[in-house]
């Protein structure tokens, strides 16, 4: 869902009193770990972990950071160490996105693609958010037909209808409030925030380096909010807005506004001479022709024996288009799949991810979206809403307006969502591509808008989620690594150019 109102006048008062003291309080894990240097961690061998440089641990954090010597929960964290030990800065963590999302294989990934120079100063660590994965993690326990990514989108009926998406809403947050337990109800971006200082605490750094990556962006910027003088040089790689009275619920209703900026690189690729999965002659014709094919198949689904759901419908097809989107090498997908539906390709054998995987990744992601801030609750609000939304960005029909589970959640956010500001040092750099369909170019400017001189802002003419090391554009790939290598941030914000 990317990433989802329950109004709670009365806890207001509270609440803020609370997060007075919440965003001040020192993480018991870390309490105990201001030796510099002095790591408490046993490291291993990691479990199903391609890169054999990488290694394990765990750390244990509160369950509740209000009652930091009652119960525990663990942290798995991994790190693959400095290349060269006598130029070593640091530590890197890497903060994945979702929410949900592993970031325990991380470092393994992030080697692959990062330069040498960054490589040989920083311990690459990586580790699954609470709740996550081989963290103590969380599950909904829903039932399996509701484990598609097209319902978890909340994308309407054919029609406009939200009648089937209310229905699902009721059934995630009712399972979730029956079956996620404590360690559920504990999931926010604050919480996370807290248990990035403990892991900084328990590696015995006095300071932290960071790299965070969509929903990362905005669990990074609330840790260097949280805790700016933990913080040495922090990169926030395609970024969403920070919006203290929204968060998560203006993170999805972008999804429209970024799935219209990005389209056009996919037309272009998809009419180029010589593609053998050309759908157009121009351009031009592309758009039209997602949008008439996904109308024939709400009309008229095509069987898709071992899929889930079993046949590709407009909704199917409109969900492959967010996800292909998301890089330049998954257009084929989109492609491929559009080929199928006009009859001119079969259909592609079905992918479908774990059931325990989709499991928590739900879990997480639910939780996180509904216990960091509220959300509105009048079904016909959201009916209108859609309305409006199919009307002014067809693509995504409606899908960004619509409801999600947190319209049923049975219980206020503990806390008011962090509000980034410019108190802290001056040590972050933003990287964002102009074309991001998940954190639209827009939502990145508010994020620098926020942190004020603490930031610089460095803006690819590029298109996709996820900009440093991850397209090819030197000019922002050197201005990152230069910033990592050296902690010399630009002088002004910077504009690089296509690759």
């Known amino acids: 869902m990317p990433k989802n109102t329950i109004t709670v006048p009365a806890a207001a008062t509270a609440a803020a009193a609370l997060a007075v003291t919440a965003l001040t309080a020192l993480p018991a894990a870390a309490a105990d770990a201001e030796q510099p240097g002095k790591d408490r961690l046993t490291w291993s061998v990691c479990q199903g972990q391609a890169d054999p440089r990488q290694q394990c641990a765990t750390v244990t954090v509160p369950l509740d950071y209000r009652d930091p010597r009652g119960e525990q929960i663990t942290l798995a964290i991994s790190r693959i160490p400095a290349a060269k030990p ?22 393994g990934s992030a080697a692959k693609r990062l330069p040498q120079s960054v490589l040989d100063r920083f311990d690459l660590v990586g580790f699954d958010p609470r709740g996550v994965g081989r963290s103590t993690p969380v599950s909904c326990d829903l039932d399996r037909s509701d484990l598609t990514m097209v319902k978890l989108r909340s994308w309407p009926a054919a029609d406009g209808s939200i009648d089937g998406n209310v229905g699902y809403a009721r059934r995630v947050a009712e399972a979730c409030v029956r079956n996620g337990g404590p360690v559920l109800r504990s999931i926010s971006t604050a919480n996370e925030a807290r248990d990035i200082d403990a892991i900084r605490g328990a590696l015995g750094e006095r300071k932290l380096s960071a790299w965070g990556v969509s929903y990362g962006t905005y669990a990074g910027a609330v840790y260097a909010t949280m805790f700016p003088q933990r913080t040495d040089r922090i990169v926030l790689d395609s970024n969403d807005d920070p919006d203290p009275t929204r968060v998560e619920r203006g993170w999805l209703a972008a999804f429209g506004q970024g799935a219209e900026d ?97 499991q928590n990744t739900i879990a997480v992601s639910v939780g996180t979206l509904c216990n960091d801030v ?69 939502g990145a400017l508010k994020l620098r808008t926020a942190f004020g001189q603490r930031a610089r802002m460095v803006a690819v003419d590029s298109g996709g989620h996820e900009a440093y090391v991850a397209n090819g554009n030197a000019c922002g790939d050197a201005v990152v690594t230069d910033y990592l290598v050296t902690g010399r941030r630009p002088a002004g914000d910077v504009s690089c150019p296509a690759r």
């Open 374 to 442: 509220s959300w509105p609750t009048d079904p016909a609000a959201y009916g209108t809403a859609v309305a409006a939304e199919r009307a002014a960005r067809p693509l995504t029909a409606g899908m960004p307006a619509s409801v999600t589970p947190c319209a049923y959640w049975p219980s206020a956010p503990a806390e008011p969502p962090v509000k980034v500001t410019d108190r802290g040092p001056a040590n972050v750099l933003l990287v964002q591509n102009l074309r991001d369909p998940y954190s639209p170019y827009t």
């Open 262 to 358: 990005r389209f056009p690189d996919f037309a272009k690729w998809a009419a180029s001479p010589g593609n053998p999965d050309r759908l157009a002659d121009t351009p031009e014709e592309v758009r039209p022709l997602f949008l008439d094919l996904a109308a024939r198949l709400d009309r008229a689904p095509l069987p898709w024996p071992g899929a889930d759901p079993a046949e590709l419908n407009g909704n199917v097809l409109r969900e492959t288009m967010m996800q292909s989107l998301s890089t330049d090498a998954a257009f084929p997908d989109l492609a491929r799949l559009m080929l199928a539906g006009l009859g001119r390709r079969p259909l592609p054998a079905p992918m479908t991810p774990p059931e325990q995987v989709m």
């Open 86 to 107: 006598g130029l070593r800065h640091g530590v890197l963590l890497t903060v994945p996105g979702g929410p949900g999302g592993s970031g325990l294989n991380v470092p």
